[in-house]
């Protein structure tokens, strides 16, 4: 048995069995993580590895199941994006403006996944500058590389999770989702990926970055394996004032999608689509079919106006998000400043990598006197209609399918010197930060060259358990 | 909508607390311009009566009883920040001359 072969709920299963140890599994992870450091072209999942914490954890985590008082998920491992706060450890965000940061406090889904549960920190997962990216390349440690295709990118803002657990380097990992920065990378690393409802996971000690749209889940090998981590992770919790109070009942997945109406809407299947992605979406409609669910056909009216209301509406809460990191509290200061004005504005020009100050001048315009209303206003009405689009879709619908991705994972470097094509990377996941609305990204095929190619399928609001099934049946 | 020059951007990068050389403004204005002609598009919409979305799950604002909580210890943040003196943070001078 390769341990590094073994799904979380496969893990969970050798542990209640006695047949492996949580020491003996994070060791493996370690030594995984460290051989790809050796590597010409390495992975390069993280940003820090925890090697201490994980052990010492690990050897708590042993001595908790002795006891008999262990869940599903204490002792297995996991990656926690450099996003979010694990006490006494530095969270970069990615930016060197945090260098120096060590955090003060834990983020509510490492309380939860580590502290509750028992899981294992192995490390610090790889990331876009403050997530802003869809490839992990602005990431001031160094790009992260593909598993499938070591020349090309992973995907982002949460490449690193991704790729660590396509990889073999984590058995299961947190990302966050703004406009896509779950489903994407999943898509491209072959892994599933789990965007949830607005508001079911708390965002205490994620860094903020467009705060009305980020959402925390899992990335893991299975649909199985994300739900039992989206379970561990969704509470409510009174340190977010967006957190959802409501009653959360156990899910079950069987894959069992009989009679079950999805939507295709017509915008997300254009001409000139790429041919491999085409192909395996039209399979998964057919896989679908087979099973016994029906194919609907559905319009959203106003796809088209979604990314540059996502780019309005992103970048203005970002610009306010991020008029924080001025130097004075915690990370990077330039300490040559003589003026406290001057400080500000040298620490943030120094501090901050070109995608974050494009974004920063670009949120800061739209909201500035004279633009308000022409573009942020307008952008908020905008949203409006977006929602009222899958508000009618699913008045006919339980699900609807489309791509994640518009294409496989490109090559290191081919979108670096085009903001806008970049941007379009994102094309088909960020109506549903808009919306609020949940969905998942699930390996349903590959290109001829070996590239994964993942399928999302898209619910109501709290509508996980769902969509989850749907992803099971694609999966299996 | 006007198109955007070097002096918008010195105007934004003020607002924003940014600065850039020379080049970076002239690389900035072209890109920006680009971007803003790229998010101009929503203007072909009519959203007369539309209201707008400000949260995708609508929520009331979240109250809590005025108590007296735990707050975080002052050398917290003493360690935390970069340059910091008998309880407090210390920073360069505001007044300018």
Same mark, same amino acid.
């Given at each position: 048995?390769?341990?590094?072969?073994?799904?979380?709920?496969?893990?969970?299963?050798?542990?209640?069995?006695?047949?492996?140890?949580? &020491?003996?599994?994070t060791?493996?992870y370690l030594?995984a993580i460290e051989?790809d450091h050796?590597?010409?072209?390495p992975i390069n999942a993280y940003i820090s590895v925890l090697s201490d914490l994980a052990i010492q954890s690990?050897?708590?985590?042993?001595?908790?199941?002795?006891?008999?008082?262990?869940?599903?998920?204490?002792?297995?491992p996991v990656a926690i994006k450099d996003n979010m706060n694990i006490k006494g450890y530095p969270t970069t965000c990615g930016s060197d403006i945090l260098t120096g940061y060590d955090t003060t406090y834990n983020a509510f889904v490492v309380e939860k996944l580590i502290g509750?549960?028992?899981m294992i920190p192995l490390g610090k997962a790889n990331m876009d500058e403050f997530a802003?990216g869809?490839?992990t390349?602005t990431s001031f440690y160094g790009i992260t590389?593909?598993?499938?295709?070591?020349?090309?990118?992973p995907?982002g803002s949460s490449g690193g999770s991704a790729a660590a657990v396509?990889g073999?380097l984590a058995p299961a990992a947190l990302g966050s989702?703004?406009?896509?920065s779950i489903?994407?990378p999943?898509?491209?690393?072959?892994?599933?990926?789990?965007?949830?409802?607005?508001?079911?996971?708390?965002?205490?000690g994620l860094v903020?970055f467009?705060?009305?749209?980020?959402?925390i889940g899992p990335l893991?090998?299975?649909?199985?394996?994300?739900?039992?981590?989206?379970?561990?992770?969704?509470?409510?919790?009174? %340190?977010?004032?967006?957190?959802?109070?409501?009653?959360? %009942?156990?899910?079950?997945?069987?894959?069992?999608?009989?009679?079950?109406?999805?939507?295709?809407?017509?915008?997300?299947?254009?001409?000139? /689509?790429?041919?491999?992605?085409?192909?395996?979406?039209?399979?998964?409609? %057919?896989?679908?079919?087979?099973?016994?669910?029906?194919?609907?056909?559905?319009?959203?009216?106003?796809?088209?106006?979604?990314?540059?209301?996502?780019?309005?509406?992103?970048?203005?809460?970002?610009?306010?998000?991020?008029?924080?990191?001025?130097?004075?509290?915690y990370g990077?200061?330039?300490?040559? !400043?003589?003026?406290?004005?001057?400080?500000?504005?040298?620490?943030?020009?120094?501090?901050?990598?070109?995608?974050?100050?494009?974004?920063? /001048?670009?949120?800061?315009? &739209?909201?500035?006197?004279?633009?308000?209303? !022409?573009?942020? /206003?307008?952008?908020?009405?905008?949203?409006?209609?977006?929602?009222?689009?899958?508000?009618?879709?699913?008045?006919?619908?339980? !699900?609807?399918?489309?791509?994640?991705?518009?294409?496989?994972?490109?090559?290191?470097?081919?979108?670096?010197?085009?903001?806008?094509?970049?941007?379009?990377?994102?094309?088909?996941?960020?109506?549903?930060?808009?919306?609020?609305?949940?969905?998942?990204?699930?390996?349903?095929?590959?290109?001829?060259?070996?590239?994964?190619?993942?399928?999302?399928?898209?619910?109501?609001?709290?509508?996980?358990?769902?969509?989850?099934?749907?992803?099971?049946?694609?999966?299996? | 909508?006007?198109?955007? @020059?070097?002096?918008?951007?010195?105007?934004?990068?003020?607002?924003?607390?940014?600065?850039?050389? @020379?080049?970076?403004?002239?690389?900035?204005? @072209?890109?920006?311009?680009?971007?803003?002609?790229?998010?101009?598009?929503?203007?072909?919409?009519?959203?007369?009566?539309?209201?707008?979305?400000?949260?995708?799950?609508?929520?009331?604002?979240?109250?809590?009883?005025?108590?007296? @909580?735990?707050?975080?210890?002052?050398?917290?943040?003493?360690?935390?920040?970069?340059?910091?003196?008998?309880?407090?943070?210390?920073?360069?001078?505001?007044?300018?001359?």
């Open positions: 048995m390769n341990i590094l072969d073994l799904t979380v709920k496969e893990l969970s299963g050798a542990i209640a069995k006695k047949e492996l140890n949580s &020491v003996e599994i060791q493996a030594d051989a050796k590597n010409p072209k690990a050897k708590k985590a042993d001595e908790r199941i002795a006891k008999g008082n262990a869940t599903p998920l204490t002792g297995i509750e549960h028992g802003m869809s490839s390349e590389r593909n598993p499938y295709d070591r020349d090309r990118i995907g396509a073999k989702d703004t406009g896509g489903r994407q999943a898509s491209l690393c072959g892994v599933v990926g789990l965007k949830p409802t607005y508001g079911t996971v708390s965002r205490y903020a467009a705060s009305s749209l980020d959402q893991t090998h299975t649909v199985d394996d994300a739900r039992m981590i989206f379970e561990a992770l969704s509470a409510y919790d009174p %340190k977010d004032s967006t957190s959802l109070d409501f009653q959360r %009942k156990p899910m079950s997945l069987t894959g069992d999608i009989k009679g079950m109406k999805i939507g295709i809407p017509k915008e997300y299947f254009l001409d000139g /689509m790429d041919k491999d992605v085409e192909s395996v979406i039209n399979a998964t409609i %057919k896989k679908l079919e087979d099973k016994g669910a029906k194919m609907v056909d559905i319009s959203l009216p106003h796809t088209e106006y979604a990314v540059p209301t996502y780019y309005i509406v992103a970048t203005a809460e970002a610009s306010s998000n991020l008029e924080r990191y001025d130097g004075v509290k990077k200061r330039d300490m040559d !400043a003589k003026f406290l004005s001057d400080m500000y504005v040298r620490t943030r020009s120094g501090g901050f990598g070109e995608e974050v100050k494009r974004r920063i /001048m670009l949120g800061t315009y &739209v909201l500035s006197a004279g633009y308000y209303d !022409a573009y942020y /206003m307008k952008a908020l009405k905008v949203r409006t209609l977006i929602k009222r689009d899958f508000e009618k879709a699913f008045e006919k619908t339980d !699900a609807i399918l489309t791509p994640v991705s518009p294409t496989p994972a490109f090559k290191i470097g081919e979108k670096t010197d085009d903001p806008i094509a970049m941007y379009l990377s994102d094309i088909f996941t960020i109506s549903v930060n808009l919306a609020g609305i949940p969905a998942v990204s699930v390996p349903a095929g590959m290109t001829s060259a070996g590239l994964p190619i993942g399928a999302q399928v898209i619910g109501n609001l709290l509508a996980e358990e769902t969509i989850l099934n749907i992803a099971k049946a694609i999966e299996l | 909508m006007p198109e955007i @020059g070097l002096k918008d951007v010195e105007n934004t990068a003020k607002l924003a607390k940014l600065e850039f050389t @020379g080049a970076e403004k002239e690389k900035f204005a @072209g890109q920006f311009s680009k971007i803003v002609k790229f998010v101009e598009k929503i203007s072909e919409l009519n959203t007369d009566d539309i209201p707008p979305t400000t949260h995708a799950v609508e929520k009331r604002n979240v109250i809590r009883e005025d108590s007296v @909580g735990e707050s975080m210890p002052i050398d917290v943040f003493e360690k935390t920040a970069p340059k910091a003196l008998d309880r407090s943070i210390v920073v360069p001078r505001v007044i300018e001359h």
